[in-house]
């Protein structure tokens, strides 16, 4: 079946572990991004990729890295994780930056 | 300039009424502008989508309507049901082009009460 998968469905994580959510999508899309969602705050643009290669920072970019090797993978790093990066974590691509997004389940991270 | 501002927050209705959300953009250079819907425990996913050439969109229950000199935008959901219940996002964007992200505003929860 075509579409985004992540992993982990969810994690606990000491504060100050290093931690990467996976992200991989089959429909060749071009384009992928990094939210995290907050009670009362919607979506949040952490990282994006218009294209393998290519990264750029989203709106709350802090604590975060990304890298885009390939067309279909886009992990994300947290490098030293805080409390405050709790959050349910989505992934998502789009053929191109600003077209329709497909999202996929999402990553429920909880920092002690 | 970069701002979607989406109100109410929240919203309940009966089941049977019309949910109606409001979404508020600033950059008229925007040409895009989707509605997300998202059920707990799954990400969102695209409801409906209209370009400033029209002034509404109608797919089944779910009309948008825009009013491009106000610069805003509205979910109208007519014959709520309870399985309409969910998150629901706007958003704005350049279509097609590599010139921004889509913006998201903050999310509305509606509930439908049987």
């Known amino acids: 079946i075509a579409g985004i998968t992540q992993a982990p469905t969810s994690q606990i994580l000491a504060a100050g572990r290093r931690m990467t959510l996976r992200c991989t999508q089959d429909?060749?899309?071009?384009?992928m991004y990094w939210y995290r969602q907050d009670l009362g705050l919607g979506l949040r643009l952490i990282h994006y990729?218009?294209?393998?290669?290519?990264?750029g920072k989203g709106e709350v970019p802090d604590g975060y890295s990304v890298s885009r090797a390939n067309t279909d993978d886009f992990p994300l790093t947290l490098a030293s994780a805080v409390p405050s990066q709790t959050s349910v974590y989505f992934c998502?691509?789009?053929?191109?930056?600003?077209?329709?997004?497909?999202f996929g389940p999402g990553t429920r991270l909880t920092v002690l | 300039q970069q701002q979607v501002k989406q109100s109410p927050q929240s919203l309940i209705v009966q089941k049977g009424g019309i949910s109606i959300i409001n979404c508020a953009y600033e950059?008229?250079?925007?040409?895009?502008f989707p509605w997300y819907q998202q059920f707990p425990g799954k990400g969102p996913a695209l409801l409906i989508a209209?370009?400033?050439?029209?002034s509404e969109k109608k797919e089944g229950r779910f009309t948008i309507s825009f009013n491009k000199s106000a610069k805003q935008f509205s979910l109208h959901i007519m014959d709520s049901q309870p399985g309409d219940s969910a998150t629901y996002f706007c958003?704005?964007?350049?279509?097609?082009?590599?010139?921004?992200?889509?913006?998201f505003g903050k999310g509305t929860k509606l509930s439908v009460k049987p």
């Open positions: 950059n008229t250079a925007f040409d895009y």
């Open positions: 429909m060749r899309h071009n384009a």
């Open positions: 998502a691509s789009s053929e191109y930056q600003s077209s329709e997004q497909f």
């Open positions: 958003a704005a964007s350049y279509y097609g082009g590599s010139q921004g992200n889509l913006i």
């Open positions: 990729s218009n294209t393998a290669g290519t990264t």
């Open positions: 209209i370009r400033p050439d029209v």
